[in-house]
Protein backbone atom coordinates (compact mmCIF):
# COMPACT_ATOMS: atom_id res chain seq x y z
CA UNK A 1 0.00 0.00 0.00
CA UNK A 2 1.30 3.35 -0.57
CA UNK A 3 0.17 6.68 0.98
CA UNK A 4 0.42 9.93 -0.97
CA UNK A 5 -0.03 13.63 0.79
CA UNK A 6 -0.36 16.82 -0.60
CA UNK A 7 0.38 20.15 0.73
CA UNK A 8 1.05 23.49 -0.89
CA UNK A 9 -2.29 23.93 -2.01
CA UNK A 10 -3.95 27.97 -1.26
CA UNK A 11 -5.73 31.16 -2.34
CA UNK A 12 -3.50 32.76 -5.02
CA UNK A 13 -3.59 36.32 -7.35
CA UNK A 14 -3.23 36.17 -11.13
CA UNK A 15 0.55 35.67 -12.13
CA UNK A 16 1.53 34.28 -8.52
CA UNK A 17 3.46 31.35 -7.63
CA UNK A 18 2.53 28.34 -5.39
CA UNK A 19 4.68 25.68 -5.06
CA UNK A 20 2.87 22.08 -4.15
CA UNK A 21 4.60 19.02 -2.41
CA UNK A 22 3.56 15.24 -2.69
CA UNK A 23 5.20 12.87 0.01
CA UNK A 24 4.85 9.19 -0.77
CA UNK A 25 5.16 6.78 2.14
CA UNK A 26 4.32 3.24 2.45
CA UNK A 27 5.34 0.31 -0.22
CA UNK A 28 7.38 2.81 -2.43
CA UNK A 29 10.22 0.66 -3.96
CA UNK A 30 8.42 -0.10 -7.12
CA UNK A 31 7.32 3.06 -7.91
CA UNK A 32 7.92 4.18 -10.88
CA UNK A 33 5.65 7.63 -12.26
CA UNK A 34 4.46 10.08 -9.91
CA UNK A 35 2.66 13.00 -11.58
CA UNK A 36 0.00 15.75 -10.75
CA UNK A 37 -3.66 16.09 -12.16
CA UNK A 38 -6.32 18.63 -11.43
CA UNK A 39 -9.70 18.60 -11.90
CA UNK A 40 -11.70 22.00 -12.53
CA UNK A 41 -15.71 21.80 -11.24
CA UNK A 42 -17.78 20.83 -14.26
CA UNK A 43 -14.44 19.24 -16.03
CA UNK A 44 -12.93 15.68 -16.50
CA UNK A 45 -9.50 15.20 -14.51
CA UNK A 46 -6.60 15.72 -16.87
CA UNK A 47 -2.68 15.01 -16.05
CA UNK A 48 -0.64 18.29 -15.63
CA UNK A 49 2.53 16.78 -15.27
CA UNK A 50 4.39 13.66 -14.54
CA UNK A 51 7.75 12.34 -13.98
CA UNK A 52 9.74 8.48 -14.19
CA UNK A 53 11.57 7.66 -11.55
CA UNK A 54 14.31 8.17 -13.63
CA UNK A 55 13.73 11.89 -14.26
CA UNK A 56 11.53 11.85 -17.86
CA UNK A 57 9.35 14.52 -17.64
CA UNK A 58 5.72 15.34 -19.65
CA UNK A 59 4.12 18.22 -19.22
CA UNK A 60 0.33 19.01 -20.78
CA UNK A 61 0.16 21.82 -23.28
CA UNK A 62 -1.47 24.29 -21.08
CA UNK A 63 1.44 24.93 -18.48
CA UNK A 64 4.34 24.58 -20.19
CA UNK A 65 6.78 27.54 -19.68
CA UNK A 66 4.69 27.97 -16.64
CA UNK A 67 4.92 24.39 -14.32
CA UNK A 68 7.83 22.51 -13.09
CA UNK A 69 7.91 18.89 -11.85
CA UNK A 70 10.62 17.75 -9.80
CA UNK A 71 11.13 14.59 -7.48
CA UNK A 72 13.30 13.88 -4.90
CA UNK A 73 13.76 10.22 -4.75
CA UNK A 74 15.73 10.01 -1.38
CA UNK A 75 12.47 11.70 0.48
CA UNK A 76 9.96 9.88 -1.78
CA UNK A 77 8.38 13.44 -2.62
CA UNK A 78 7.31 14.78 -5.43
CA UNK A 79 7.05 18.90 -6.49
CA UNK A 80 5.01 21.26 -8.56
CA UNK A 81 6.45 24.63 -9.27
CA UNK A 82 3.27 26.76 -10.22
CA UNK A 83 4.61 30.23 -11.65
CA UNK A 84 1.84 32.94 -13.69
CA UNK A 85 -1.13 31.14 -11.89
CA UNK A 86 -4.21 32.31 -13.83
CA UNK A 87 -7.87 31.16 -13.42
CA UNK A 88 -8.19 28.53 -15.59
CA UNK A 89 -5.72 26.84 -13.28
CA UNK A 90 -7.81 26.93 -10.35
CA UNK A 91 -8.99 23.12 -9.36
CA UNK A 92 -8.06 20.19 -6.69
CA UNK A 93 -4.89 19.18 -7.95
CA UNK A 94 -4.33 15.71 -7.03
CA UNK A 95 -0.98 13.67 -6.46
CA UNK A 96 -0.84 10.45 -8.43
CA UNK A 97 1.62 7.63 -8.57
CA UNK A 98 1.91 4.12 -10.44
CA UNK A 99 4.36 1.25 -10.13
CA UNK A 100 4.06 0.08 -13.48
CA UNK A 101 4.05 2.93 -15.94
CA UNK A 102 7.41 5.34 -16.79
CA UNK A 103 4.21 7.95 -18.19
CA UNK A 104 1.23 8.40 -16.69
CA UNK A 105 -1.02 6.54 -18.89
CA UNK A 106 -4.82 5.34 -17.43
CA UNK A 107 -5.20 5.33 -14.67
CA UNK A 108 -2.90 5.43 -11.88
CA UNK A 109 -1.92 2.82 -9.23
CA UNK A 110 -2.33 5.43 -6.20
CA UNK A 111 -3.98 8.66 -5.69
CA UNK A 112 -3.79 11.53 -2.84
CA UNK A 113 -6.54 13.21 -1.42
CA UNK A 114 -6.37 16.56 -3.69
CA UNK A 115 -5.57 20.43 -2.90
CA UNK A 116 -7.48 23.27 -3.63
CA UNK A 117 -5.85 25.61 -5.82
CA UNK A 118 -8.20 29.22 -5.85
CA UNK A 119 -6.68 31.68 -8.73
CA UNK A 120 -8.53 34.99 -8.09
CA UNK A 121 -8.44 38.65 -7.93
Known amino acids: QVQLVESGGGLVQPGGSLRLSCAASGSIFSINAMGWYRQAPGKQRELVAAISRGGSINYADSVKGRFTISRDNAKNTVYLQMNSLQPEDTAIYYC???????????????WGQGTQVTVSS
Open 96 to 110: AADRYMATMTGAPNF
